[in-house]
Nanobody, 112 residues
Framework: QVQLVESGGNLVQAGGSLRLSCAASRSIFSFNAMGWYRQYPGKQRDFLAR???????TYADSVKGRFTISRDNAKNTVYLQMNNLKPEDTAVYYC??????WGQGTRVTVSS
C-alpha cells in the first residue's frame, strides 16, 4: 500500500509553466511505472506521461515536447514539468503507481 499526494496545481496564464509533484508515503523504487493522467469534468482520465525505473519515458501526443516527467526515487517523488501551458490543459491532474495506486489530484487552471 502507498499513499500518493499531488501538489503544485495553480492558476497560470497561457504560455506559463508549472511543476507538479507527487509525493509517495514510502519508497517508489519497487514501482517500475509511475505516471500522470488528467481528467476533464465529466470525462475519463487521459494518459499524459509515464516513466519507469530506468528513466524511459512515454508521452501522449498532446503534451509531447511541452511536458516532462521525472522521478527522484531517493525523495519518493515524481514530477511533471509543464511548459507553454494552454487553456485546454485546464484539468485535474493525477499521479499513479503502476495504475494501481492513485493520488487525490491537483487542479491546474490555465487562463487565456
Amino acid at each position: 500500500q502507498v499513499q500518493l499526494v499531488e501538489s503544485g496545481g495553480n492558476l497560470v496564464q497561457a504560455g506559463g509553466s508549472l511543476r507538479l509533484s507527487c509525493a509517495a508515503s514510502r519508497s517508489i523504487f519497487s514501482f517500475n511505472a509511475m505516471g500522470w493522467y488528467r481528467q476533464y469534468p465529466g470525462k475519463q482520465r487521459d494518459f499524459l506521461a509515464r516513466i519507469n525505473n530506468g528513466g524511459s519515458t512515454t508521452y501522449a501526443d498532446s503534451v509531447k515536447g511541452r511536458f516532462t516527467i521525472s522521478r527522484d526515487n531517493a525523495k519518493n517523488t515524481v514530477y511533471l514539468q509543464m511548459n507553454n501551458l494552454k487553456p485546454e490543459d485546464t484539468a485535474v491532474y493525477y499521479c499513479n503507481a503502476e495504475l494501481i495506486y492513485w493520488g487525490q489530484g491537483t487542479r491546474v487552471t490555465v487562463s487565456s
